[in-house]
């Protein structure tokens, strides 16, 4: 798919790849169920109030985050948002971690210095949102200008709602990465609503056209639609890995949940809702791995089932996890030493080639089957 | 050895940090083919290329929110605010990403953000703020304030090797009416470590920044006892320089040209009344602007910023106490 040739306006009727093994896409199908089952485990933890604040989730948008970061191999670098826990699923985070820092816990990611979504693992080459929207955009054109300065053959990808292009920020993001041409991939959740506030009291034009005054690409896709997505992020990250600089994913969806958990979504239209409830993407996914991949109900059951109990047992492991010592509150304000970031999990096939092969694709430097992590391994087990 | 002026001192750290280590580069607003709007990075583009000496857009949220991607991943950004007012564009990357992102997440931010700070010249409300006392409040935010040639290379040197985001202040009203003696080549002055600028038994000024050779003139045309010390690191702050000069002296006089209210000279009585109350023999006085934005006319901007004469007699006040 070239990207200049996609209309910015049309939604593509749905997107085919060949860069997808079979195993690749029961991948997609478990990192979207991890993605849903962690965050209704989550909802049901805050309603036993066991997570102070409130709880946010990406209800709806699984296919977002999980596509665009199935892209990415182990020395890219991500900022991922509160609607994108698919995206740390990918990477590497473990529900266990997740559930643990929503509830405050010593074994959150942050081990209780911050909360819910603010979360990031340094040792999987992420960098923890903000609640400053779109804060992390510019973070990530920075990441993306060292490796433009060390030639390195490397990409950034962030998130961001369509809530966040009316802030000045956001336009400060998009033109320097225009000006320099970074190896930066923007991912843009359309998702209707800026908390309660509709897209038509947003902008007056849809902020995909923008990327065209920026001097690069601006595509739209079908954000429910996980592989729709992964093939244009799959573009794009190759894109800004060849030094053809940034692109704009716009990813139409719906966040089906309210803000959060306190936000009833009483102003949303109940046929908005159902219209959308149609267009769920995990049932979207199965379905089609039935009819057009031959996967057998019993296998989608399968992933379900072992998806169901993996998280079973990280919930288990979360809610066991202590609270943290108070002696750690005034802990860590300074770094005394500088420290690298890590190096995420890459799951996608492409990057458990030979190593050799890793080296011709100019992001390899680790070596085969390093990128697969615990929660694949379970997956494996199960 | 070899005498400079501050500016040039500022330039020559920043050279020779670029020099020393590939990862160090420079971003701001017109600092490549211009030089800087004060000359800093004048001849560096031609020595580092347009690459390490980045002239950026008119943003300085950008410029702050790059420098701490780029520092994440290995650099180390030194972003020059054209005048420090305009940080206040930048703030929100500054305080809620770059401050607290060791502490939320254990990533490491090694920045700079040079902030040319400082009134006296009629630059008026925009361009004559010493915005110190704003990064005080943030936690996570090293924040260096040299007064002497030495220092500012010194402290520049520092600032770019420590592992954390440090706002170094240069006050404009020192850049060419400051010099002095400047070591060549490697020359560090440790962050946190302050400086006994005149040594004397009746009076501490605790001072930085441009307060530091009014300070100085005062005592010496005043030819009294007095004590001056040099801050040097605002954040963090040198406690045991400050209590041991007041248990020596006894009375304490702090001087800046940043507004009063919850600024540093704050800070630092807090301390002493907490930590030295005892050996008080008189009042904490502080020398500061009031509260009011710096004027743009002459008379009103000599009203406002602490002058000659009024340290003079602050601290003959004090001695006579």
Same mark, same amino acid.
């Given at each position: 798919?070239?990207?200049?040739?996609?209309?910015?306006?049309?939604?593509?009727?749905?997107?085919?790849?060949?860069?997808?093994?079979?195993?690749?896409?029961?991948?997609?199908?478990?990192?979207?169920?991890?993605?849903?089952?962690?965050?209704?485990?989550?909802?049901?933890?805050?309603?036993?109030?066991?997570?102070?604040?409130?709880?946010?989730?990406?209800?709806?948008?699984?296919?977002?985050?999980?596509?665009?970061?199935?892209?990415?191999?182990?020395?890219?670098?991500?900022?991922?948002?509160?609607?994108?826990?698919?995206?740390?699923?990918?990477?590497?985070?473990?529900?266990?971690?997740?559930?643990?820092?929503?509830?405050?816990?010593?074994?959150?990611?942050?081990?209780?210095?911050?909360?819910?979504?603010?979360?990031?693992?340094?040792?999987?080459?992420?960098?923890?949102?903000?609640?400053?929207?779109?804060?992390?955009?510019?973070?990530?054109?920075?990441?993306?200008?060292?490796?433009?300065?060390?030639?390195?053959?490397?990409?950034?990808?962030?998130?961001?709602?369509?809530?966040?292009?009316?802030?000045?920020?956001?336009?400060?993001?998009?033109?320097?990465?225009?000006?320099?041409?970074?190896?930066?991939?923007?991912?843009?959740?359309?998702?209707?609503?800026?908390?309660?506030?509709?897209?038509?009291?947003?902008?007056?034009?849809?902020?995909?056209?923008?990327?065209?005054?920026?001097?690069?690409?601006?595509?739209?896709?079908?954000?429910?639609?996980?592989?729709?997505?992964?093939?244009?992020?799959?573009?794009?990250?190759?894109?800004?890995?060849?030094?053809?600089?940034?692109?704009?994913?716009?990813?139409?969806?719906?966040?089906?949940?309210?803000?959060?958990?306190?936000?009833?979504?009483?102003?949303?239209?109940?046929?908005?809702?159902?219209?959308?409830?149609?267009?769920?993407?995990?049932?979207?996914?199965?379905?089609?791995?039935?009819?057009?991949?031959?996967?057998?109900?019993?296998?989608?059951?399968?992933?379900?089932?072992?998806?169901?109990?993996?998280?079973?047992?990280?919930?288990?492991?979360?809610?066991?996890?202590?609270?943290?010592?108070?002696?750690?509150?005034?802990?860590?304000?300074?770094?005394?030493?500088?420290?690298?970031?890590?190096?995420?999990?890459?799951?996608?096939?492409?990057?458990?080639?030979?190593?050799?092969?890793?080296?011709?694709?100019?992001?390899?430097?680790?070596?085969?089957?390093?990128?697969?992590?615990?929660?694949?391994?379970?997956?494996?087990?199960? | 050895?070899?005498?400079?002026?501050?500016?040039?001192?500022?330039?020559?750290?920043?050279?020779?940090?670029?020099?020393?280590?590939?990862?160090?580069?420079?971003?701001?607003?017109?600092?490549?083919?211009?030089?800087?709007?004060?000359?800093?990075?004048?001849?560096?583009?031609?020595?580092?290329?347009?690459?390490?000496?980045?002239?950026?857009?008119?943003?300085?949220?950008?410029?702050?929110?790059?420098?701490?991607?780029?520092?994440?991943?290995?650099?180390?950004?030194?972003?020059?605010?054209?005048?420090?007012?305009?940080?206040?564009?930048?703030?929100?990357?500054?305080?809620?990403?770059?401050?607290?992102?060791?502490?939320?997440?254990?990533?490491?931010?090694?920045?700079?953000?040079?902030?040319?700070?400082?009134?006296?010249?009629?630059?008026?409300?925009?361009?004559?703020?010493?915005?110190?006392?704003?990064?005080?409040?943030?936690?996570?935010?090293?924040?260096?304030?040299? +007064?002497?040639? $030495?220092?500012?290379?010194?402290?520049? %040197?520092?600032?770019? #090797?420590?592992? @954390? *985001?440090?706002?170094?202040?240069?006050?404009?009203?020192?850049?060419?009416?400051?010099?002095?003696?400047?070591?060549?080549?490697?020359?560090?002055?440790?962050?946190?470590?302050?400086?006994?600028?005149?040594?004397?038994?009746?009076?501490?000024?605790?001072?930085?920044?441009?307060?530091?050779?009014?300070?100085?003139? +005062?005592?010496? $045309?005043?030819?009294?006892?007095?004590? %001056?010390?040099?801050? #040097?690191?605002? @954040? *963090?702050?040198?406690?045991?320089?400050?209590?041991?000069?007041?248990?020596?002296?006894?009375?304490?006089?702090?001087?800046?040209?940043?507004?009063?209210?919850?600024?540093?000279?704050?800070?630092?009585?807090?301390?002493?009344?907490?930590?030295?109350?005892?050996?008080?023999?008189?009042?904490?006085?502080?020398?500061? +602007?009031?509260?009011?934005?710096?004027?743009?006319?002459?008379?009103?901007?000599?009203?406002?910023?602490?002058?000659?004469?009024?340290?003079?007699?602050?601290?003959?006040?004090?001695?006579?106490?």
């Amino acid at each position: 798919m070239k990207l200049e040739a996609a209309s910015a306006a049309r939604l593509p009727e749905r997107a085919g790849t060949d860069a997808l093994t079979r195993d690749d896409r029961a991948l997609l199908l478990r990192y979207m169920l991890l993605m849903r089952l962690s965050e209704e485990r989550g909802l049901t933890l805050y309603k036993q109030g066991k997570v102070p604040g409130s709880f946010y989730d990406g209800r709806g948008q699984e296919a977002i985050s999980v596509g665009a970061a199935f892209t990415l191999g182990p020395r890219d670098r991500m900022c991922i948002l509160h609607r994108d826990l698919g995206a740390h699923f990918v990477r590497g985070v473990t529900p266990d971690r997740y559930l643990a820092n929503y509830m405050g816990r010593e074994d959150g990611v942050t081990g209780g210095k911050d909360g819910n979504m603010h979360f990031g693992d340094r040792e999987l080459g992420c960098v923890g949102m903000v609640s400053m929207l779109p804060d992390m955009a510019q973070v990530a054109a920075g990441m993306a200008l060292s490796f433009k300065m060390r030639s390195e053959p490397r990409v950034a990808m962030t998130f961001f709602g369509e809530g966040s292009t009316a802030n000045g920020q956001w336009h400060e993001a998009m033109n320097f990465a225009g000006v320099h041409r970074l190896p930066v991939v923007f991912v843009l959740e359309n998702n209707r609503f800026a908390y309660s506030t509709p897209t038509d009291l947003e902008f007056a034009v849809d902020p995909v056209q923008r990327a065209k005054s920026y001097g690069f690409p601006g595509v739209s896709v079908d954000g429910n639609d996980v592989e729709a997505v992964f093939e244009l992020a799959r573009v794009a990250t190759e894109r800004a890995r060849e030094g053809d600089g940034p692109t704009l994913i716009e990813c139409h969806t719906m966040r089906m949940h309210g803000h959060g958990a306190h936000d009833d979504m009483s102003y949303v239209p109940d046929e908005v809702l159902e219209e959308w409830s149609q267009r769920d993407p995990i049932e979207l996914y199965e379905r089609r791995l039935g009819d057009e991949h031959g996967f057998e109900a019993t296998e989608i059951d399968e992933i379900r089932g072992s998806v169901a109990a993996y998280i079973d047992e990280c919930a288990e492991r979360a809610v066991a996890s202590p609270m943290p010592d108070p002696g750690v509150a005034s802990d860590g304000v300074f770094a005394e030493s500088w420290q690298a970031l890590g190096d995420g999990e890459a799951p996608w096939s492409r990057w458990s080639a030979p190593a050799d092969q890793g080296e011709a694709n100019g992001n390899g430097s680790r070596p085969t089957n390093g990128h697969r992590g615990a929660v694949l391994e379970h997956g494996r087990a199960a | 050895m070899s005498e400079m002026t501050y500016l040039q001192a500022i330039s020559d750290g920043l050279r020779e940090e670029m020099r020393r280590d590939e990862a160090v580069f420079c971003l701001g607003e017109d600092i490549g083919a211009f030089g800087g709007a004060f000359k800093v990075t004048d001849g560096f583009i031609e020595e580092f290329g347009a690459d390490r000496v980045l002239d950026t857009p008119l943003a300085e949220n950008m410029i702050v929110g790059a420098s701490i991607g780029a520092a994440i991943e290995g650099m180390k950004p030194v972003a020059e605010m054209q005048f420090a007012d305009f940080i206040a564009c930048g703030f929100d990357q500054l305080v809620n990403v770059a401050g607290k992102l060791h502490y939320r997440q254990g990533v490491s931010v090694p920045m700079v953000v040079r902030l040319p700070s400082g009134g006296g010249f009629s630059g008026g409300p925009f361009h004559s703020q010493n915005p110190e006392a704003w990064f005080m409040q943030s936690p996570g935010l090293k924040v260096v304030a040299p +007064a002497t040639a $030495e220092d500012a290379k010194g402290l520049l %040197v520092s600032a770019i #090797r420590d592992p @954390n *985001p440090v706002c170094y202040l240069e006050h404009k009203g020192l850049y060419r009416h400051v010099k002095g003696e400047v070591p060549e080549g490697d020359h560090a002055v440790p962050l946190g470590d302050a400086r006994v600028a005149r040594e004397g038994g009746e009076l501490s000024v605790i001072a930085y920044g441009s307060s530091v050779p009014l300070a100085l003139q +005062a005592a010496d $045309e005043l030819d009294e006892d007095i004590e %001056v010390i040099d801050l #040097r690191t605002l @954040n *963090p702050l040198d406690e045991d320089a400050i209590l041991a000069s007041v248990e020596k002296t006894g009375k304490v006089l702090i001087a800046h040209e940043a507004t009063r209210s919850c600024g540093v000279g704050a800070e630092v009585a807090s301390l002493v009344s907490e930590r030295a109350f005892e050996s008080l023999d008189a009042p904490i006085r502080r020398l500061t +602007a009031p509260d009011v934005p710096i004027p743009f006319s002459p008379p009103l901007e000599q009203a406002v910023l602490p002058q000659l004469d009024d340290m003079k007699e602050a601290c003959r006040e004090l001695i006579a106490y």
